[in-house]
């Protein structure tokens, strides 16, 4: 009973803090370096000859005590003799010739100085016929040891970075394919529901769907005859469907009666509402001209400036007049790639957003009439010119084929 209850006592008793053990590291340059080892491993640089030292920490198990040398320590007779001493004897090591420094002890270890290793000087034992070896020259104890740089990029980092790499660009693979997937599902879907609305001449649902399929031929990134094909039909329904409510010849009629009455600026704003970026099409005649002559003119848009108004690219056969003024009808700037090359006067059918209408202010008066190059372009779809009401021959057939051959929509 006794015994229990004083393994129990002890259980509770708190164990008494471990000693600090002392350590001691021999470089390869000769220099030897003491402290006191910690509970975590250290890591030190040598200051003769920058080695990297390692050093154990603190051992976290206690000591056992071997059975069997205890067993034979008690058997052993309790005989008193006088232990003779055992010299310790230190491995040779090469001592830098100094004449006037004396050999001195190794000084003992400084239990204080916890936070950073001791250096001391080992003797040696040399014969007297072997000639002293030079030594590097030591450093004192308190000098601080240097600390290893951290590199930034191990090889570990390396490889790591390498797999973020490759995963962000199979998810990005990934997700390009299934964009491209998507694409193609919606342009076979537009396609086919805008080819239903164009045989009931919805023209405006046609023009969404055409553009929606438009839009996935540039996701898909193609530019081959058929892609082009999708584009002209496009261009060509969406003019029919943008196209301008009122003739030009009515429209000039009301500019004539709006200055005829000087109500210019109320004829202006209806304009801007109502008629501008409006498409016309045209099937005559147009010759390329380099550059017009700038006229004091009053423009009913006043977006458009002296520049465009003087870069002229084409001029438009229009033979009419309004109450005895003539028309100079033109487009205006350069046109786009889907306008066919035009190198001399000749029949073209295009279509194009109407840009200003302006009148001279000193006589003889003159209408000017300006057309937006940059959206200007050349018909070729034979259907769609019949859906605008337009009466078609074989010449119109022919032209619109060469129109085709010429933008890139036919082979």
């Given at each position: 009973m006794a015994s229990w209850l004083a393994k129990a006592t002890k259980s509770f008793v708190q164990a008494p803090p471990k000693p600090s053990v002392p350590f001691g590291l021999g470089c390869a340059c000769g220099r030897r370096v003491t402290g006191i080892r910690k509970p975590k491993p250290q890591r030190f640089i040598c200051p003769d000859c920058s080695e990297w030292l390692f050093v154990l920490p603190n051992d976290p198990y206690p000591l056992v005590e071997d059975k069997k040398r205890k067993k034979k320590k008690q058997e052993q007779p309790k005989t008193k003799t006088k232990a003779t001493p055992v010299p310790s004897v230190e491995p040779r090591r090469p001592k830098r010739k100094s004449p006037d420094r004396q050999p001195t002890a190794p000084p003992s270890i400084d239990q204080s100085r916890t936070d950073q290793p001791q250096s001391v000087d080992q003797p040696t034992h040399q014969p007297a016929d072997t000639p002293p070896v030079a030594q590097p020259a030591s450093v004192p104890a308190d000098t601080p040891l240097r600390r290893p740089r951290k590199v930034l990029l191990t090889r570990f980092r390396l490889v790591l970075i390498a797999i973020v790499l490759v995963i962000m660009g199979t998810i990005g693979w990934g997700i390009r394919n299934r964009l491209l997937a998507r694409a193609e599902t919606t342009l076979r879907e537009a396609m086919r529901r805008s080819q239903a609305a164009l045989i009931e001449d919805d023209f405006e649902t046609a023009s969404g769907e055409l553009q929606t399929a438009v839009a996935a031929l540039d996701t898909l990134g193609r530019d081959d005859v058929p892609a082009r094909r999708i584009r002209q039909q496009q261009r060509e329904v969406t003019a029919i469907h943008k196209s301008m409510p009122v003739s030009l010849v009515e429209l000039l009629h009301e500019a004539e009666q709006a200055r005829r009455n000087d109500r210019l600026q109320d004829w202006h704003d209806r304009f801007r509402l109502e008629y501008a970026e409006t498409w016309i099409i045209f099937d005559t005649s147009i010759t390329p001209i380099s550059s017009t002559e700038n006229s004091d003119t009053e423009s009913f848009d006043a977006e458009t400036s002296d520049q465009e108004n003087s870069e002229v690219g084409f001029e438009v056969d229009y033979p009419l007049a309004i109450q005895e003024t003539p028309i100079d009808l033109s487009i205006v700037g350069p046109v786009g790639p889907a306008f066919p090359s035009v190198e001399r006067a000749g029949r073209v059918v295009f279509a194009a957003q109407l840009q200003s209408i302006r009148v001279t202010q000193e006589k003889p008066l003159r209408w000017?009439?300006?057309?937006?190059?940059?959206?200007?372009?050349?018909?070729?779809?034979?259907?769609?010119?019949?859906?605008?009401?337009?009466?078609?021959?074989?010449?119109?057939?022919?032209i619109l084929k060469s129109q085709a051959r010429r933008i890139g929509v036919e082979p």
């Open positions: 000017i009439i300006s057309l937006r190059g940059t959206t200007a372009f050349g018909w070729s779809g034979a259907d769609t010119y019949v859906a605008i009401g337009l009466p078609i021959d074989e010449d119109t057939q022919q």
